[in-house]
């Protein structure tokens, strides 16, 4: 049997048209999408579909968005008898992995992203914040030539070597990508993005979001999920909690997970949802992994045949 390790895409790879292949194709995915609609009171698949983008883009649709293709593609997987070894999220991705893992419903996590989403947009003033995406220094270099900075700025994703994003207020931000450019970084680009995610700016909808979580059946992972703020494996449900809670105000260290996903000895990491963002950092960890991306029926199918192969 192949050892395969799942990964989930964050918000930044939704896109118009996204999940219509699948819904078109498999009836199971048809009811899950309706379903999703009736939970959250407005059409979330229209949107998917149809868009418009910049309606699409916000935080509150975005999430949960991609946490349905993402679990769509899991449950057909399942339905072939295919479960991962392993599973790890790049941010709101950790909720799809813990979909994945069974710790939480697939439209409890619909509607826990959701509210996730609302409250980061209301965390701190649109347009106030800032994320930028550093090349070309290590972490301990971008580290040193942050902490210079008045202000909020914080490392906020650790992706792989050579690609770290800083998260906080926009004029400390600004500052911050001066600094980083006399210390030789490559390139400092800012992300199109609403708010300073993984900050401590996020600090006041963690404590929101704590409180809402309590109310939600989170369970015990039935497979291990590589938690973004520890780069370790969970499947302790108030574990899993407690730090989805710190997650929101932490660096996402993704880098450090797929490391360990390599020294587990897996065959595969599979992308499981829209866009190929971590597939490419796979590469960039360990360029010898085999990867998939699954996000229509073609690329579903490829991976069962790959999967099936000789096992």
Request: charge should be negative; charged fraction near 25%; include cysteine.
């Amino acid at each position: 049997m192949k050892k395969v390790a799942f990964v989930f895409p964050g918000q930044g790879s939704q896109k118009v048209g996204m999940g219509k292949d699948l819904y078109e194709s498999f009836p199971l995915v048809k009811h899950l999408f309706d379903e999703a609609d009736d939970a959250l009171g407005y059409s979330l698949t229209s949107l998917m579909f149809e868009g418009p983008e910049e309606e699409l883009t916000k935080t509150e649709n975005a999430q949960p968005a991609l946490l349905l293709v993402s679990a769509a593609i899991d449950q057909l997987l399942k339905k072939e008898g295919m479960k991962p070894d392993m599973a790890a999220g790049h941010s709101l991705g950790e909720y799809s992995a813990l979909v994945s893992a069974e710790s939480l419903g697939a439209l409890e996590g619909v509607r826990l992203v959701h509210t996730r989403g609302k409250l980061m947009e209301e965390a701190y003033p649109s347009g106030k914040g800032a994320m930028s995406a550093v090349l070309g220094l290590s972490t301990a270099e971008i580290e040193e030539a942050i902490g210079s900075v008045d202000g909020v700025v914080n490392i906020a994703n650790i992706n792989c070597p050579g690609q770290v994003v800083i998260s906080g207020d926009k004029p400390s931000v600004s500052k911050a990508e001066e600094n980083l450019k006399e210390k030789g970084a490559k390139r400092v680009m800012p992300l199109n993005v609403s708010g300073p995610f993984h900050s401590d700016l996020m600090k006041p909808a963690a404590e929101d979001f704590a409180s809402y979580l309590n109310e939600i059946a989170v369970e015990d992972a039935r497979v291990p999920v590589y938690a973004n703020v520890t780069a370790g494996p969970v499947k302790e449900k108030e574990e899993i909690s407690r730090l989805l809670v710190e997650q929101l105000y932490s660096p996402v260290r993704f880098q450090e997970t797929l490391e360990a996903f390599v020294q587990e000895g897996v065959d595969a990491i599979v992308e499981i949802g829209e866009g190929k963002v971590l597939s490419g950092l796979v590469r960039k960890v360990e360029r010898r992994m085999k990867t998939f991306q699954i996000n229509d029926k073609d690329s579903l199918e490829a991976f069962i045949d790959w999967y099936k192969e000789d096992s």
